[in-house]
């Protein structure tokens, strides 16, 4: 059974900064790479960054690289997502994914079709 789990979703104001965590358990999401997704209001889901099952390889999206920063735990089971310098646009809900394939090391992903699993999102909303 795999269970994705996120949180830290939170109202901050814009020039704050947030930590979302995700905790993905089940023998399905070893050698895993793990993502954050996020939908804002009326958009479509687009990809934030990405974190290899390693940890050593990141890729984030244009308009967060700078400003978030993804990590994986010694443990493997937890990737953190430190969110600075929040802008209203970074409004959304959320989504921690993780990978269809178990190939382990420094691979990464970044589109939706190579997503397994899905967390069920957490709200982050930034007020101007």
């Known amino acids: 059974q795999v269970q994705v789990l996120e949180s830290g979703g939170a109202l901050v104001q814009a020039g704050d900064s947030l930590r979302l965590s995700c905790t993905a358990t089940g023998r399905a999401v070893d050698r895993t790479a793990t993502a954050w997704f996020r939908q804002p209001p009326g958009r479509e889901r687009e990809f934030v960054d990405v974190?290899?099952?390693?940890?050593?390889?990141?890729h984030y999206a244009g308009d967060v690289e700078g400003r978030f920063t993804i990590s994986r735990d010694s443990t493997k089971i937890t990737m953190n997502l430190k969110m600075t310098l929040l802008k209203p646009k970074d409004a959304a809900i959320y989504y921690c994914?993780?990978?269809?394939?178990?190939?382990?090391?420094?691979?990464?992903?970044?589109?939706?079709?190579?997503?397994?699993?899905w967390g069920q999102g957490t709200q982050v909303t930034v007020s101007s």
């Open positions: 974190v290899s099952w390693s940890g050593e390889s990141t």
């Open positions: 994914a993780v990978d269809r394939y178990e190939i382990g090391g420094n691979n990464v992903f970044t589109h939706e079709t190579d997503v397994e699993y």
